[in-house]
């Protein structure tokens, strides 16, 4: 016997046709998933808070945050220790020997070490600092050699002070002390105070003064306003404060014509551009018939 | 009566709010079928070498998003089953909110049925200073002696359609005018409270906000008819599914509208009747062999109505396209014979242009415009509405009028009553004037 139920099934309605209409609920929904903001917020922020969690639910433990600074440091140290990246050797060109030595004792590491622990440009400027050193240029050849290329100040001058002597280069830059005079004979002297700011013209009065050259014992800069050439013989030559090498250049003149230098003059006074005016060393009438002359003279 | 200008003021409102987000949705609730639009605002215009937009410069929107379900639930223009209605508002909305790609919360809506009645009103006033301000339009628009249109109606258009200073009328825009009087016409179309109230729970329902309403008929009017037939007076019979609607526009206003209570919902049902086949297989009898006009050749023409009765004298029964057009023709005369009624009801033998417009979608059938030449007068045409950006191949036809013409309303909607300001008098402010007169007064 058939069951009712199959009988009833095969002729009874088909399943009456679905609604096409979304439901409310449905239709919310969607309304909410078309929304800009919810949606950046559903695909940006959700995927956003998720890593975060995770990541923060790892490293909340102690031991495991310490591994993983210790591995990242094993891993960083593995790349810095390769043979490619050591420095062995450092190699200075240009300098002289205590110059050199004093190089060698600023390197902040020993040797071999690696390259990225050698910082280049706080060591070239350190370099820099010594005052013997006009310029220094560094770089890492190939084959781990650290190479510096020196180029040293070269003295011109030596600028007597109360401590002693120093060395300076043509920009009046400290270059080193001289203990001893005699050790650097072909360098003239300077004295005073400020003379260090104006060796390139305390030069151009030492080059105007040529053909004395050989009698000149220094320079004194003068209330730092202006030159005296000194001479053997206690003789001086004030030289004004404006345009000294004309005025040193008058005196040569002068001398070449009237031999002015080897008389017995104990100052020659160009400070008056008008004239100049020199003292005589003499007895002591002379003198005054001299000064009764020139005072009458004016 | 200040409820609903309060409401349609609110409505202007979110229009605006809608505008400026920049998406808007059009739903024309119809008895044969809902379309939704999805109408993207960017405002930016794409100058063309000529220096004229697109379009009837009607390019500032797009259509980004369009469904059309099949209407349930809506009977006369109406809403006769509020869930169903509700659940077919809801597909279309959904569907067009999915290919469009975006969420929209604002909707202006248009339905055929809810009785509309046109009313013209006249108002006068004396100008205190002469020269016409905008309170003093205001003050004339107040001025109306509105009729008495019984409780259960509400106005669904207030349009100003004539302004007349002294004794020079068809002003449109008065302001600034010197005059003693400032007389206006404004045309009032009021609907059943009820219908329109089931429509906009339904739509509340759907989680939308009701950005605008309008009258069918006048969106269609709006869509179809060219520029110089609104402007020299043309009327635009849109002929839907189970209501037909007629609008008279003259001077760029809308002057008159009505409906029928009948479209091509009847016509389905005669054939239905009279051929004794399901509903559904009228309409495609309808659509794809109904006609108005017989001829010799018809009487050849056999169609197959088919059954699935499992008969099989009734599943292989014929009839001539003579027996179908016999059905129909009745049935479209007796539309097209109550538009006639109501036109000559409005007056419409008195415009200079008489220009007839059919459209919707029972406008299709073929002959129409021959049958309707004969019944309504000479200048019949075929209108299709205008093209607007954007919008897809399959709802361009006739049975579309209302649903672009409702985008033009969204786009450019004419200044109604509510969109002018508020005259000074019926402000609450008056009643703090008062208090300061009793302040005076008592000290």
């Given at each position: 016997?058939?069951?009712?139920?199959?009988?009833?099934?095969?002729?009874?309605?088909?399943?009456?046709?679905?609604?096409?209409?979304?439901?409310?609920?449905?239709?919310?929904?969607?309304?909410?998933?078309?929304?800009?903001?919810?949606?950046?917020?559903?695909?940006?922020?959700?995927?956003?808070?998720?890593?975060?969690?995770?990541?923060?639910?790892?490293?909340?433990?102690?031991?495991?945050?310490?591994?993983?600074?210790?591995?990242?440091?094993?891993?960083?140290?593995?790349?810095?220790?390769?043979?490619?990246?050591?420095?062995?050797?450092?190699?200075?060109?240009?300098?002289?020997?205590?110059?050199?030595?004093?190089?060698?004792?600023?390197?902040?590491?020993?040797?071999?070490?690696?390259?990225?622990?050698?910082?280049?440009?706080?060591?070239?400027?350190?370099?820099?600092?010594?005052?013997?050193?006009?310029?220094?240029?560094?770089?890492?050849?190939?084959?781990?050699?650290?190479?510096?290329?020196?180029?040293?100040?070269?003295?011109?001058?030596?600028?007597?002070?109360?401590?002693?002597?120093?060395?300076?280069?043509?920009?009046?830059?400290?270059?080193?002390?001289?203990?001893?005079?005699?050790?650097?004979?072909?360098?003239?002297?300077?004295?005073?105070?400020?003379?260090?700011?104006?060796?390139?013209?305390?030069?151009?009065?030492?080059?105007?003064?040529?053909?004395?050259?050989?009698?000149?014992?220094?320079?004194?800069?003068?209330?730092?306003?202006?030159?005296?050439?000194?001479?053997?013989?206690?003789?001086?030559?004030?030289?004004?404060?404006?345009?000294?090498?004309?005025?040193?250049?008058?005196?040569?003149?002068?001398?070449?014509?009237?031999?002015?230098?080897?008389?017995?003059?104990?100052?020659?006074?160009?400070?008056?551009?008008?004239?100049?005016?020199?003292?005589?060393?003499?007895?002591?009438?002379?003198?005054?018939?001299?000064?009764?002359?020139?005072?009458?003279?004016? | 009566?200040?409820?609903?200008?309060?409401?349609?003021?609110?409505?202007?409102?979110?229009?605006?709010?809608?505008?400026?987000?920049?998406?808007?949705?059009?739903?024309?609730?119809?008895?044969?079928?809902?379309?939704?639009?999805?109408?993207?605002?960017?405002?930016?215009?794409?100058?063309?070498?000529?220096?004229?937009?697109?379009?009837?410069?009607?390019?500032?929107?797009?259509?980004?998003?369009?469904?059309?379900?099949?209407?349930?639930?809506?009977?006369?223009?109406?809403?006769?089953?509020?869930?169903?209605?509700?659940?077919?508002?809801?597909?279309?909305?959904?569907?067009?909110?999915?290919?469009?790609?975006?969420?929209?919360?604002?909707?202006?809506?248009?339905?055929?049925?809810?009785?509309?009645?046109?009313?013209?009103?006249?108002?006068?006033?004396?100008?205190?200073?002469?020269?016409?301000?905008?309170?003093?339009?205001?003050?004339?628009?107040?001025?109306?002696?509105?009729?008495?249109?019984?409780?259960?109606?509400?106005?669904?258009?207030?349009?100003?359609?004539?302004?007349?200073?002294?004794?020079?009328?068809?002003?449109?825009?008065?302001?600034?005018?010197?005059?003693?009087?400032?007389?206006?016409?404004?045309?009032?179309?009021?609907?059943?409270?009820?219908?329109?109230?089931?429509?906009?729970?339904?739509?509340?329902?759907?989680?939308?906000?009701?950005?605008?309403?309008?009258?069918?008929?006048?969106?269609s009017g709006l869509s179809s008819l060219v520029e110089d037939e609104?402007?020299?007076?043309?009327?635009?019979?849109?002929?839907?599914?189970?209501?037909?609607?007629?609008?008279?526009?003259?001077?760029?206003?809308?002057?008159?509208?009505?409906?029928?209570?009948?479209?091509?919902?009847?016509?389905?049902?005669?054939?239905?009747?009279?051929?004794?086949?399901?509903?559904?297989?009228?309409?495609?009898?309808?659509?794809?062999?109904?006609?108005?006009?017989?001829?010799?050749?018809?009487?050849?023409?056999?169609?197959?109505?088919?059954?699935?009765?499992?008969?099989?004298?009734?599943?292989?029964?014929?009839?001539s396209r003579t027996e179908l057009i016999g059905i129909m023709r009745?049935?479209?005369?007796?539309?097209?014979?109550?538009?006639?009624?109501?036109?000559?009801?409005?007056?419409?033998?008195?415009?200079?242009?008489?220009?007839?417009?059919?459209?919707?979608?029972?406008?299709?059938?073929?002959?129409?415009?021959?049958?309707?030449?004969?019944?309504?007068?000479?200048?019949?045409?075929?209108?299709?509405?205008?093209?607007?950006?954007?919008?897809?191949?399959?709802?361009?036809?006739?049975?579309?009028?209302?649903?672009?013409?409702?985008?033009?309303?969204?786009?450019?909607?004419?200044?109604?009553?509510?969109?002018?300001?508020?005259?000074?008098?019926?402000?609450?402010?008056?009643?703090?004037?008062?208090?300061?007169?009793?302040?005076?007064?008592?000290?």
């Amino acid at each position: 016997m058939r069951s009712l139920g199959g009988a009833d099934r095969r002729y009874s309605d088909p399943a009456p046709r679905r609604d096409p209409a979304p439901s409310r609920l449905a239709f919310r929904i969607e309304r909410l998933w078309l929304t800009p903001m919810f949606r950046v917020a559903l695909r940006v922020g959700v995927p956003f808070v998720l890593a975060a969690s995770v990541a923060g639910g790892y490293l909340a433990d102690d031991e495991r945050r310490a591994s993983l600074q210790q591995s990242l440091a094993d891993l960083r140290r593995s790349v810095e220790e390769r043979p490619e990246f050591m420095v062995r050797l450092m190699a200075i060109d240009g300098a002289s020997e205590p110059v050199a030595k004093a190089i060698r004792g600023m390197l902040p590491v020993t040797l071999p070490a690696s390259s990225f622990h050698i910082d280049l440009g706080a060591l070239r400027a350190a370099i820099a600092q010594i005052d013997a050193v006009a310029g220094a240029e560094l770089h890492i050849r190939k084959g781990g050699v650290l190479q510096v290329t020196v180029t040293e100040r070269e003295p011109v001058i030596l600028w007597r002070q109360a401590a002693g002597l120093e060395m300076l280069d043509a920009g009046g830059h400290r270059v080193a002390t001289l203990l001893d005079r005699t050790a650097r004979p072909d360098l003239p002297v300077i004295a005073g105070e400020g003379a260090d700011a104006l060796v390139g013209e305390a030069m151009a009065i030492l080059a105007a003064a040529g053909p004395v050259g050989d009698r000149i014992r220094g320079l004194v800069r003068m209330g730092e306003r202006r030159w005296d050439i000194v001479l053997d013989r206690d003789q001086r030559i004030l030289l004004p404060e404006t345009d000294p090498v004309t005025a040193v250049q008058r005196v040569i003149a002068l001398d070449q014509a009237e031999d002015l230098l080897g008389r017995d003059v104990v100052v020659v006074d160009m400070r008056d551009d008008r004239r100049p005016t020199i003292r005589l060393a003499a007895g002591e009438g002379e003198k005054l018939t001299i000064m009764n002359t020139e005072v009458t003279g004016q | 009566m200040t409820d609903l200008y309060q409401s349609q003021r609110a409505m202007r409102n979110m229009r605006r709010a809608a505008m400026q987000r920049g998406v808007v949705a059009v739903l024309d609730v119809g008895s044969s079928k809902i379309a939704c639009l999805v109408l993207q605002f960017d405002g930016t215009e794409d100058i063309r070498e000529d220096g004229l937009g697109s379009l009837a410069g009607q390019s500032q929107f797009r259509v980004i998003g369009a469904a059309t379900t099949r209407s349930r639930g809506v009977r006369f223009g109406e809403v006769d089953a509020m869930a169903e209605t509700e659940r077919a508002i809801r597909t279309a909305v959904q569907a067009a909110q999915k290919m469009a790609q975006t969420r929209v919360d604002h909707v202006i809506a248009c339905f055929s049925g809810a009785r509309p009645r046109s009313y013209g009103l006249a108002g006068e006033i004396e100008l205190h200073d002469g020269q016409v301000s905008e309170q003093d339009v205001a003050r004339v628009l107040a001025a109306c002696d509105v009729p008495d249109f019984g409780v259960g109606r509400e106005v669904l258009h207030a349009h100003p359609v004539n302004f007349a200073i002294d004794h020079r009328s068809g002003l449109g825009d008065p302001r600034g005018h010197v005059g003693n009087k400032l007389a206006a016409d404004m045309h009032l179309l009021t609907i059943d409270t009820t219908a329109v109230q089931n429509l906009l729970h339904c739509i509340k329902r759907c989680d939308l906000e009701i950005a605008g309403l309008a009258s069918s008929s006048y969106v269609s009017g709006l869509s179809s008819l060219v520029e110089d037939e609104q402007e020299l007076g043309a009327a635009c019979i849109d002929m839907g599914g189970g209501a037909t609607g007629l609008s008279i526009f003259i001077k760029k206003h809308m002057i008159f509208a009505d409906s029928v209570r009948l479209g091509g919902d009847h016509v389905t049902s005669d054939i239905s009747k009279g051929l004794q086949v399901p509903l559904t297989t009228a309409e495609r009898i309808k659509t794809i062999h109904g006609g108005v006009h017989a001829t010799g050749m018809d009487d050849r023409e056999m169609i197959e109505i088919g059954s699935d009765c499992g008969d099989w004298e009734k599943d292989r029964r014929q009839v001539s396209r003579t027996e179908l057009i016999g059905i129909m023709r009745p049935r479209v005369e007796e539309i097209l014979e109550e538009i006639r009624a109501l036109l000559d009801a409005a007056g419409f033998d008195q415009l200079p242009s008489q220009q007839i417009v059919l459209t919707g979608g029972a406008s299709q059938i073929p002959g129409l415009d021959m049958l309707a030449a004969r019944i309504l007068g000479q200048n019949v045409r075929l209108g299709r509405p205008l093209r607007v950006q954007g919008l897809p191949q399959a709802a361009t036809g006739a049975a579309f009028a209302s649903t672009v013409g409702l985008c033009l309303f969204a786009a450019h909607p004419q200044d109604e009553w509510w969109d002018f300001e508020i005259p000074a008098e019926r402000y609450p402010a008056r009643s703090l004037r008062r208090a300061m007169k009793w302040f005076k007064d008592n000290w």
